[in-house]
């Protein structure tokens, strides 16, 4: 895989979880992003797997 031209144009994905710990805010799970153009790399502490919409939507909204 090459490089992205844009800075949108590739990001990769994973969520790690179930946790056996409680996070800061109750958290059970973590999901990461990493840009392919500037291998920027976010990771965000969630309480479900149905909030990595919300964390994209925040990640692609902060760092477009």
Known sequence: ???????????YSDIIG?????GYN????LVTFIYNYSKLIA?????????ITDSFIYFKKYYK
Do not use: Q
């Not at 090459?2 to 800075?7: A, D, F, I, N, S």
């Not at 109750?26 to 799970?29: G, T, V």
């Open 18 to 22: 179930l946790i056996p710990v409680l």
């Open 26 to 29: 109750r958290s059970r799970y």
């Open 43 to 51: 990771v965000y502490l969630i309480k479900a797997k149905g909030n």
């Open 1 to 11: 895989i090459k490089l992205g031209k844009y800075k949108i144009d590739l990001i």
